[in-house]
């Protein structure tokens, strides 16, 4: 059974984290910041035992900001490589210093006593991100200094570090997992859209990727906005960047959203008559249904197609909860017709639950529905 996630914050790591922290300062009582941690570490979940920490290191460090920056500064390690598989993990040597989890806690006290330190935090932050991630940290300071915050973003955003740059993405995203929402980018994405054009062609996946995470955040409430970026950077794109709007829109190519598949290439599919049928009217709970799917082309020249299939839950209420899956790309001829098949299962996972009943299955070509049917699920006596 693999180990639970929030043993990320172990014992081991808080007295790994509090030697160093002695080392850094003479007068730091690692003891008493192990002994008031781990009596409470074991009943606790990930994130509140990262906050656990955070809350200790506001009572064992300094009350002298400015002295607290220095000695968290000193204990820090080396940069860590993004392909490196161990980096989540504590170096607790003095050769090695603090990086990985460790991080988290001590950027979230840069965070919530720094807000008034302002030229103290940045450049901890920018440190610190280089070790583990800055992330969560900086959205405190872009809600409450947003201007001032930006600007250093910017900076952030030429920086030679791959790993500050990505901050400068990451941390800007609206709606990051985890975080807290910045409702200003919410409501007013405009001001990422220079930034994210800064690092739309970035020479590092890990920068690019997060730049497509954070359109993708954006296009949740400005899906519009989204699709005409992607139409604007698919202009002479490189593959780089072909993927990354890929990514971006992912959540917009599974809504059919037209401006966005437009701008991908996926226009009106001009099609005849399609059918989807399904192998059996009932699926046994942690059985399987066999889908075909046939689509006729009734244009004068070929055209590129994204066909994605819709099955309709049934929840507690009766209501249903509809969810795309990605069935594939194709290019059909004019006046061809292509048969495709795909096998679906429902079985148990920690993210849905199923119920009994009827469920609904669209077929969806470039955003519209082409075509549907039925099954019933059954659950097991």
Not at 65 to 85: M, N, Q, T, W, Y
Not at 134 to 152: N, P
Not at 256 to 283: D, I, K, Q, R
Request: glycine share 4%; proline share 6%; with cysteine.
């Amino acid at each position: 059974m693999p180990e639970s996630f929030k043993n990320v914050f172990s014992p081991q790591l808080v007295q790994d984290l509090a030697r160093q922290l002695q080392h850094a300062d003479s007068q730091f009582n690692a003891r008493g910041f192990v002994c008031a941690i781990n009596s409470e570490l074991e009943s606790l979940e990930m994130k509140q035992r990262s906050d656990l920490i955070c809350h200790q290191l506001a009572l064992f460090l300094p009350g002298d900001f400015a002295r607290s920056c220095d000695i968290l500064h000193d204990v820090l390690g080396e940069p860590i490589d993004p392909k490196d598989p161990d980096s989540g993990n504590i170096k607790s040597s003095e050769q090695h210093g603090v990086k990985g989890w460790a991080i988290m806690p001590m950027a979230d006290y840069v965070a919530l006593n720094g807000i008034q330190h302002f030229d103290l935090a940045m450049p901890l932050l920018r440190e610190m991100t280089q070790r583990f991630s800055s992330e969560f940290a900086i959205r405190v300071f872009l809600d409450v200094h947003t201007d001032k915050t930006m600007q250093v973003v910017h900076q952030w955003a030429l920086d030679e570090n791959e790993h500050v740059r990505r901050l400068a993405s990451e941390g800007t995203r609206p709606r990051l997992p985890w975080g807290m929402r910045l409702n200003k980018f919410v409501q007013d994405p405009q001001p990422l859209l220079p930034l994210l054009e800064k690092l739309k062609d970035d020479p590092s996946e890990y920068v690019r990727r997060s730049v497509a995470n954070n359109l993708n955040d954006i296009s949740k409430d400005h899906p519009d906005l989204v699709a005409q970026v992607a139409a604007d950077w698919l202009v002479d794109a490189s593959k780089e960047r072909k993927k990354l709007v890929l990514h971006a829109c992912r959540s917009l190519i599974k809504s059919g959203h037209p401006a966005t598949l437009n701008a991908l290439g996926y226009n009106a599919a001009e099609l005849g008559p399609c059918s989807l049928m399904l192998s059996a009217p009932e699926l046994i709970y942690g059985s399987s249904i066999h889908l075909s799917a046939t689509i006729k082309s009734v244009a004068k020249q070929p055209k590129p197609l994204m066909i994605d299939y819709i099955v309709h839950h049934q929840k507690a209420n009766g209501s249903t909860s509809p969810k795309v899956f990605k069935w594939r790309t194709a290019e059909l001829g004019a006046g061809n017709t292509l048969t495709i098949r795909k096998k679906h299962t429902i079985k148990p996972i920690t993210t849905r639950n199923y119920y009994p009943g009827q469920h609904k299955v669209e077929l969806q070509v470039n955003g519209k529905i082409v075509a549907q049917s039925e099954f019933e699920l059954v659950m097991p006596s």
